[in-house]
């Protein structure tokens, strides 16, 4: 099993400069294969392979006006020609776009495959650098094999050790307990609903930032160019854009770990988000709440648990059936919140119904891949609303032993102090 763990490191300002000029080698044969590769392609209908661009490195490091690549680390180089080879199989395989050039601006990174190692517990012997300060919050467990070395735009470097444990993966488990298995609707108001009745607020993390950043871009965009006063408007933005993307990664995170958790499989439906993402009212909010990497995150944790994540598909009519009976009503506007059902008269919240639908799909796909799914309770045919899991976590996911009434009031309340402000 893999486990990568990021740490911040504290550089000397020798180990900076040191760093920084192994950033710049591993950018400057970076780029200078990927010009090779285009040009070879477009002029020659020749293709460039691997071994070319590594036999290249050779004979760059004899030249003598490239002659400076022999001060950085020779391994980092040759990663970095692994990593645009990989770049251009993903394009070829159609899961990636064609590879672009690396920017001197903007975050930096390299990748050491090997010889690094732990020192003393607080440092990381990096090659060609040295010994850096290190903060290993956590502990590495396993053997280290890649070390990702990176400096973000704001200047802070990180380390992103990734480790070997010498364990296989857990098996998926072949029997889901119907109880453990959830539906999730995710949605703007509330990032995530669950079947279970249970609404995760959206953090919000980019509106609540953005008078902050407004201020600092507009500053920005005042300064002369290449001026030392520009330099440090430019760290302000992107120390507030940094603080946007950590507090998502945080809420994310927490989300994340708390449904998987409390489940064994978590249904979420898939979103085509370039489709949504056309409309411009609400594209901003879209790429904010970060349903993609909620997912991926959820995937991830799934799979490191032998739990399941079902992917339902987009064009399930999740919102417009009821979850009680199946019957599909023909219209809905999103104003509609909650509605009543015209065959069996069974009220729904608009979203919870959805994730119930989720969840029912969810349960068929999971019998269809050949698992044996036990019955589960709770599908609100009588109108109770199932218990909510409340064990130790996130404040936001409490729901408790509380009646649908207190429930409701206590999201709303949630709502109106944390959403809306
Ligand atoms: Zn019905």
Known sequence: MFKAVKVRLYPTSAQQHALACQFGAVRWVYNHALEWRCTAWRERQENVTLRMTLDQLVTLKRQPETAWLRDADS????????????????????????????????????????????????RLYLPKVGRVKAVLHRELVGRIKTVTVSRSPSGKYYASILCDDGKELPQPDRHVDG?????????LTHLAITSEGVKAPNPRCLNQGIRNLRRKQ??????????????KARLLVAKAHERIANQRHDAQHKLSRQLMDENQAICVETLRVTNML????????????????????????ANWQGKHVVSVDPWFPSSKQCSACGEVVSELPLSVRTWTCPTCHHRHDRDVNAALNIKAEGILKLKAAGLSVSACGGLCKTGEWPAVASEAGSPFLKGGEQSPEQLRARQSFLSDNHLNS
């Open 75 to 122: 391994q980092a180089l040759q990663q970095a020609m692994r990593h645009l080879d990989h770049a251009f199989s993903r394009f070829f395989n159609k899961q990636a776009r064609y590879p672009r050039f690396k920017r001197r601006s903007g975050k930096q990174s390299m990748a050491y495959p090997q010889r690094v190692n732990v020192v003393d517990g607080n």
């Open 179 to 187: 109880d453990q298995v959830v539906g999730v609707d995710l949605g």
């Open 218 to 231: 507009k500053a920005l965009s005042r300064k002369q160019r290449g001026s030392t006063n520009r330099n």
């Open 278 to 301: 056309k409309n411009r009212r609400l594209s901003k909010a879209i790429s904010d709440a970060a349903w993609g990497e909620l997912v991926r995150q959820l995937k991830y944790k």
